[in-house]
Every structure is written in C-alpha cells, then in structure tokens.
C-alpha cells in the first residue's frame, strides 16, 4: 500500500486567504455442402461412386486428396511431382493418376489408396481418360494409350493421326463408358473423333471448335461431343458437336465466362463458369437451353465478386445424385463443394398469412407453389402451425394446389402470440422439397406485472427482498428473476424461475453489494401476453478510516478529536470495497473562527485490497483543527457501480 501526501499547512494557507474553495466534479439446397481443400492448385477431379470419395490432383504440391462427400480427407497421396489428370477404372477399383512431371502415370487402389502400379510412358502424360480397359493419355499436341491388360504393359504414343492439332493451351480428351471404342480429341481450334476399338486410333471426324476450349465431354448416347465454349452464337455457351460430322448441334447458354463441361450418366449436362458476379454451375437437362438448376458460389475472399469455379473442376456422382465442383478465391484457398440434387428443379413455395388476428377467430392463408415445369393441379401440400401451446409444430389438415399453383386454407389459431404457418412439398423424381412460411401476430389480453424496490438506495451487503407479483393469466404461472449489477466484470444472471405463490408472488434475495436491475420476466400463454418489468435499486460503498500517529484521543465539547505534535504528519488509511480503477475522494476541511471551510478534495487510488493511505503534512504551529472524510463519489471515483457515499468525518487537532 503507497502512503500518499496531502499538505495541511499549504490547505490551511489556502484557507486563510479565500473563505471557501470551489470542488471540481451496442434458394441453397439443405444438404449442399462446401470443405476447404488442403491443396496450392487443382488439376483434376474424378468421383467414385462405388466408395463414394472424390480425388482431386494437386499440380502444385505434387499429391492427389481423397476426401468424401462432404468434403472430409480420407487419405492424401504425395511424392507425385506435376499430377494433373485423374481417369476411374471400369469396376472402380483403380485411379489412375498422370505424373506429368515424372512421364508416367501412377495407379491407385480405391480400397486402400496406395499406389499400386507406376507405368513409364515415354512422355508428360497430362488428360486421361478410360476406354474399354485402355488408358487414353494427352501428351503435347497428341495422345498416346497405355494397355495394362497383358502380362507386359503395352504404351504407344502420336495416335493423332494426320489432325494439326497446334493449339498452346492443352490437348483435351473425352469419352463415356456407356459409348465403347469412341474417344475424343481436341486442342487449340480442332476437334476429332476416333475409333479405338483396335490397336491404335481411327479418325472418325474431324472439325473445328472454339480456342477457348477448357474442357470436352462425351455424351451417354454417343451423339453428341460437348465443349466448354462454344455455341450458342453471339453469347457465351456450352457447345455442341454431332459425333458423325462434327457440326453445330444446338449448344447450352451459360454465363460468362464458360470454363467446364460435365455430362451425367443419364445425359444431364453440368457447365461451369468464371463468373465473379452471376451463377458458376449450371444444370441443362438433355437437349433443354434453359437451366434446371444454378448455383452461385459465396464470395469468402476479400474481392467485390465472388469465388470462382477452377477450370474443368466439375464432376458428377455416378448416381447424378450431386455435382463436385471446386472453387477458389482471391486468397488462393481451395473449396470442395457438393451441389446436391441438380438434376431436379428447385420450386418456390410462398406463403402469406395476415399480419395481424384476434385469437380464436377464423383466418385465411394463401400461398403459390411454382417451377419451371408447372406442377400439376391438386399436388399435396404438408401444413404445420407452430405457437406457443404447440413449440414443436402441430399438423393441420394437408391443402393441394390449384392448376396455376396456387393454394389457400382457413385456420382458427388457439393461442394468441406468433402463430407460424410453415407450408412444405416433399418434392418428387424430377422435383426437389421446398418450403414456405409466414407468422401472423395473434391477439393476447394484457398481463399484470409488478416488481418492488424501484429506485430505493441501500448500505452496502444489506440482502434485500426483491418481490414479483403476477395478475390473472391463463395456464402459465412462471415467472423469471434476473439479477444484472451494475459493471461489465459480471453478468446479468437468474436468481430464481418458479410458479408465483397462491397470492401470484415470486421473491428472491439479492446481496447489494453494487447498484443493480432486477428483470422480472412473465413468458405469457396461450391468452396472455408476455411482459417484463425492471427495478433498479442503488447500493452504497462500504467506508472505513483509520487513523494513526496521533499521540491520545480527547473531546472537545461533545467530539472526539484525535490530538497530534505540531511537527507530527498524521496518517488516515481508508479501506473501501474494491472495484477496478476506483478511487477514494479525501476531503479536508479547517476550523477557523466558528466555522469549517473546504480546504479542497483530492482524489487517491485504492490498492486491490482496497485500501488507500494518506499521509498529511504536520503544520509545524499548534492550535489547528482540522477535520476529513474519504468518500466515493459515483462517476468521479473511477466507476459508476455504486451511489455515492461518504464516510464519517475524522476530526483532529495539533498540540505543542
């Protein structure tokens, strides 16, 4: 504890000279899902369906991450310098990776994920693709096969034929496993179709595509190679190609600017896109320009647009219950995404109830269930009302729509408060669920609600009585006590939540060490209104002084003073409870001529144990008298959690 100094013959010289001193004074699909990716780059992305897991290469850090649906890591596979294509065996028991930075291509067990093969090829080997057991490989500005059929692996390499693919971006390949012996080919403007059912590559066809081709795609029936770019004319959109001929077919319209292609088992066809600031995945069904589905990427990075889809990052599952697809952004963090359901339409369900209805009288809900393709007149809707008699949701009858779609029922809601009324359609093979809701405000009678001891002001540590009194309600008798003194070092916490008393009381005792609110909270019912009422009372600080030094005690009329040496420095050591920053105001007052005067006030921080020691100058000249008092002063003494309160005056006197 520091022993502070205060001068009394200053004070008293300031006295003598002025009669008295002045005292200074806060539409996404339920089950899509998105995981960051531990990679630096992404080269490609194959699922297998059969073990549900997703691979995707990592150029950059020269590994292959097997994750699961969700997006989870399964296993990562390292030590594969520049890995960038990624083809799935037939029976889904092999991946097959290209190590374009090692000219070979490596072969993974999706049982285990190690690797269980590496073939040397000769050259960089970068697309795969699988056809008929063969592994199809692009290298350059050509393609080559690697047969791991025999007893020997079997590689042959420049199977282009005589097509001047030049292109500087990438050789692409495509096939289907449902089209055996077709594989395809493309590079800068060209495009070309062969036969591979023997040996070799048989040109079919060849023509020409657009050179901002990312990615390529064989249709499930053959009929079609589908571009990353391309048609429709004059806008951005997937092209596509008749396998005969190579011609113009009617193409896909897609935002800017398109990046992937993807076609599902059943001829769904998923396109990507750069798009900072419209949707990144679209989903056509076979033959249809207008989307079934978009999805929008987040943006998480610290750009005005959003994350973008990596080029050619688009994959089905097998079962065309989810398209992957990963995105990246300005912070160059990779995110897996599972974009469920894409092959079905999402509808949109609206739902509107009144704003406002006195309780048990009849209401009328109406609402509109549309889609792409209409639904057909009469499809059920499930009907759920939620208030506070039924938290948990009770069903009303089922309503079915009218041919446009739209839908209306009658309700006499029971309780009064918020009423929701949540309309849903379980949705169908070529429809997903959705859902609408809307709350109306239901009447309630007014609740009384009283709390005791407002603004009354009380010594420190008294325990007060504080006392809640319930009026007529309908079922629910509980109310709620809370406590919340004054200072953000403690919460506002329950003192006590219990049905009130036959006489509608529910008391609990608070310790008034500081100013403190009381809440009194009646949660309301079925009739009744919620309500909550406060009561703030006040709390002093606790003050003692102790005085030491002096040399006896004594009265001078009817007080006692304490007698010090003229040349002794008396010491007043206050003790106060302690809260962060405070201070204890020392006032000092002089006698002189039958009256006291101010000698002003200075204020002294306490230690944490909550003392503060003073000691004042002795005058050197006797005859003094003199008294002080320490206090706490709300606002002024560091803090506001208690009242003001002053401490008793010490009176003193100095002698020869």
């Known amino acids: 504890m520091r022993t502070r100094t205060l001068s009394t013959a200053t004070a008293l010289a300031v006295v003598l000279s002025s009669a008295v001193l002045a005292v200074g004074t806060a539409g996404t699909a339920v089950a899509d899902s998105a995981r960051t990716l531990p990679v630096k780059s992404v080269g490609d992305i194959v699922v297998d369906g059969a073990h549900q897991r997703v691979y995707v290469s990592d150029p950059t850090g020269g590994k292959i991450v097997v994750t699961d649906y969700a997006g989870a890591v399964k296993a990562t596979l390292t030590g594969l310098p520049g890995v960038t294509g990624l083809a799935l065996s037939a029976d889904s028991g092999q991946v097959y990776a290209a190590v374009t930075n090692g000219d070979r291509i490596v072969s993974v067990d999706t049982a285990t994920y190690s690797a269980t093969a590496s073939y040397p090829v000769g050259a960089a080997p970068g697309d795969l693709e699988v056809v008929d057991g063969r ?3 692009a290298h350059g500005t050509d393609f080559g096969s690697l047969d791991v059929s025999g007893t020997e692996p079997v590689v042959r390499l420049a199977e282009r034929g005589d097509v001047d693919f030049h292109g500087a971006f990438g050789m692409f390949l495509a096939a289907d496993p449902a089209v055996p012996g077709v594989l395809v080919a493309g590079n800068g403007g060209t495009l070309a179709v062969y036969d591979v059912t023997a040996d070799g590559a048989t040109l079919r066809s060849k023509g020409d595509m657009d050179t901002a081709v990312k990615q390529l795609d064989l249709t499930p029936d053959g009929s079609q190679v589908l571009t990353s770019w391309g048609s429709p004319e004059y806008g951005y959109g997937i092209g596509a190609y008749s396998t005969t001929d190579l011609t113009n077919a009617a193409g896909y319209p897609i935002d800017a600017y398109p990046n992937a292609v993807r076609v599902a088992p059943d001829g769904s066809v998923a396109g990507g896109s750069f798009s900072w600031y419209d949707p990144d995945v679209h989903i056509h069904r076979p033959g249809d320009p207008t989307p079934t589905r978009e999805y929008d990427f987040p943006n998480t990075g610290n750009s005005s647009g959003a994350d973008t889809l990596v080029d050619g990052a688009l994959a089905w599952a097998p079962d065309a219950s989810r398209v992957f697809a990963v995105s990246v952004n300005t912070y160059g963090t990779y995110t897996l995404r599972a974009l469920t359901d894409p092959t079905k339409e999402l509808p949109a369900l609206t739902v509107s109830a009144p704003t406002t209805a006195e309780r048990a009288k009849k209401i009328t809900v109406t609402g509109r269930l549309t889609s792409k393709t209409p639904l057909p007149a009469g499809t059920a809707l499930k009907v759920i009302r939620t208030d506070v008699e039924s938290p948990g949701g009770k069903a009303l009858a089922a309503v079915r729509t009218r041919a446009d779609g739209g839908f209306s029922f009658t309700d006499t809601p029971p309780a009064g408060g918020k009423v929701t009324y949540k309309v849903s ?42 006392t809640a009194h319930l009026g ?8 709620s006590l809370y406590a919340d003194p004054f200072g953000s070092d403690k919460p506002k916490r329950l003192l006590k939540k219990a049905r009130v008393n036959s006489g509608g009381n529910l008391s609990a005792v608070v310790d008034m060490t500081r100013d403190t609110t009381v809440t009194a909270v009646f949660d309301g019912d079925a009739r009744y209104a919620s309500k909550t009422v406060k009561s703030t009372a006040y ?19 009817s007080t006692t003073y304490y007698y010090f040496r003229k040349n002794t420095d008396p010491v007043f050591t206050t003790t106060m409870n302690y809260y962060a920053g405070r201070q204890q105001r020392f006032q000092l007052q002089v006698y002189y001529q039958g009256s006291w005067y101010d000698s002003g006030s200075e204020y002294f921080a306490l230690a944490t144990n909550g003392r503060s020691a003073v000691r004042l100058e002795a005058p050197g000249e006797s005859g003094i008298r003199a008294r002080m008092r320490s206090s706490y002063v709300n606002g002024s003494s560091g803090d506001s959690v208690n009242s003001t309160t002053h401490g008793a005056w010490k009176y003193f006197t100095f002698t020869n």
């Open 135 to 137: 592994i199809w490989f």
């Open 425 to 466: 359609y379980a949705g169908d093979a070529t429809h997903a669920p959705a859902a609408g809701h809307d709350a109306v405000q239901v009447s309630r009678k007014a609740t009384a609600l009283t709390l005791n001891n407002n603004g009354k002001l009380y010594a420190y540590g008294k325990d007060v009585t504080f």
């Open 472 to 479: 007529t309600t309908y079922k629910n008798r509980t109310v």
């Open 539 to 557: 709390a002093q600080v606790k003050i003692s002084t102790a005085v030491s030094k002096h040399y006896r005690t004594g009265k001078i009329g």
